[in-house]
Structure formats: C-alpha cells, structure tokens
C-alpha cells in the first residue's frame, strides 16, 4: 500500500483537481490522507464529496495547527505503509513526478529510504516565483547548508517518498511543528544512517489560494530547530562572529591611527589594516574557535584564511554592487553582502582551512 500525506488549509480550490491527478498517475493500491487544520473554505465539503468517488481519508484538527504536527501526524496514521510520499495541497509541486519518486525507492540495487523531489538539482526548476522570495529561499539553502550539514541540495522541498523504515527511524525523535519539520528530518535521517537521493522537480507559485507559510515567523522556528539540533555548531558559529566583529574593531581602530596619526594615505591605510585584522581574525579563531580543529601546518591554515577572507570581500563586493543595480538601498545591499559573505566564510573556515581529517568518525551534536 502506498500512502500520500497532504497536510491542507483552506485548499478547497485546489483538491479537485489534486485528487484527480493523482487518481491517474497508476499508483495501484493507493490512498490519500488529509490532516485539515480546521479549514473555513469550504475544504471539509470539497473532502466529504472526494471521498465517495477516491480513496481519501481525513482528520480535521480544531485545536491544533502548524504543518510540522500536521505531518507527524499524518506520518504517524500511515507508518505501516510500504512507501509514503508527502506534498502539498497547493499544486505547487508536479504530482506527474510522484511515480519516479516511489520508483527510486523500490529500485534493487540502491537501497533508498528518502527520495527527494529537488527544485535544486540539475534539471530542478522553479517557476513564477518573485526574485525576493528566490532570494530568501538562496539564504535559507545556505543557511541549512552550512548548519545542519545534510548533503542535501533541496532541504524545504515537501514532495518527497519515504521506506517504511525511514518513516519509524525517523517519526519517534521529530520535535518540530513548523516547516522546519523538513529540515530535521534530514538531520535525523543522516544522523540514523538512512540513505537520500534527489530527483529533479518542476515547483511553480500556486495559482489558488494563498500560501500559509509566514516568513518570519517560519524562519524563527527554523534557526530555533537549527539551535536545538546542532548546539556544539551552534556555538562554535558564535565564537566565529565574535571574533569577526573584534576584526572589524582592529580594522577601523588601525584605520583611524595609521591615517590620522601617522599621515598615510587613507587606501594604504585600509589595506594594512585589513590585513592585520585578517592576521588577528585567523590567530583567535586559530586558538579559540577551531581550537579542536587544527590539522597540517600552522602556515598552511594562514594562507588558506587569507585566501578565503580574499574571496568573501570580493563577493560581499559584488552582491552589494548586484542587488544596487536592482534599485535595493546600498546600505541594504551591503548589509545582505555581509551575511552572504559571513556564512560563505565561515563555511570555507570550518570545511577548508580547519578541515580535520578526523571529523568524519566524530559524533553529531
């Protein structure tokens, strides 16, 4: 039996042709479950009258919401099915992949236990988004990248298939309530050993309805899950941000007295004290923040920082200089260029110039 899991609200206009397409995608034995969160649109009528005709069940919750519960429950009610596959209720993702996705995880030979429909793999697409949002989805990658260190390139798509042994590893250490239930799975599931792989997935705006995912207030509750699974990454990333703003200290402090006092050119001046800030950066992440870290030669490290912190002003440079050219305040601009440029040198720090060959064998925090 395969089970499809659709957490819903308010998607009376999309389940018609939802349930449909899915009817004709050969599934053999099939069902659909719904877990409603007290929709007012209509939904439960729309569901009632679907249920005649398709293999639908439902749960409508009054007095509980949130997509992450609202799938670990759906999770829960289908965990003895062979294969279950999860996606929305908004037509969002292409239903016509759902056969592939189940295929991958029946292939002999592979053993998957997650399939992942990616909107970031070759041949993944994303259609009609606004660049704001494609943005704010970019950041989001990376940020999950970087902190929950998933090898995973799509960590938010919902459309996905799950082994029934992937589901009872995965459903008894689930916390999350929000849609970051999507990225702790994957956590969990590299953390338990499950095999995940990707497909490429069409994913287009929805044209019914309107989306219940809250920007803000989704993204507290993922940098929150984030904090509760990876506490030891957690803190090392702080240290790592402390240390840079002492940089910044360094540098506009040399800035002022090479300059003022000792009479050089202001551009000379920012480049010695860039570099010097560079210098003090790489020698308190050496001792305190990769203090556990460090592997080869000292000098090595050294070069390696230099080179990274190189390539992160070049593309705090041109971000700032990008997102300009597309009317974006500078200050705002450079502010984005900052963030972006942090996390790519934090990340080239942790992966590159601290790099320990021993790191692999070492328990996830």
Partial sequence: MISIVIPIKNEAKNLDCLVKTISMLKLGAYQIIFIDDNSLDGTLECLKSLSKKYPIKYVIRKNQTGYGSALKLGLEKVRKSEI???TDGDLSYDLKKIPELIKRINKKGEENDIVIGSRYVPGGKIKNWPFSRILISKLLKLFVSLTLNTNVKDNTSGCRAYSKKAINKILPEIKSNGYSILEEILFIAKKKGLKVVEIPITFQDRTKGKSKAKILKEGAGLIKTVAALRK????RFLKFLIVGASGIIVNEGLLYILTEKGHLHYLLSGIISIEI???SNFFLNDAWTFRDKR???FFNRLMKFNFARALTLIINLGISWSFTLFGLNYLIANLIGIAVA?????????SWVWYHKKQKNTKTN
Wanted: glycine share 4%; charged share 10%; net charge neutral.
């Fill in 84 to 86: 279950v596959v999860t």
């Fill in 232 to 235: 030891r990454s957690i803190i």
């Fill in 277 to 279: 800030s560079i210098l």
């Fill in 295 to 297: 592997d080869g030669y």
């Fill in 342 to 350: 942090t996390l790519l040198a934090y990340s080239l720090s942790n």
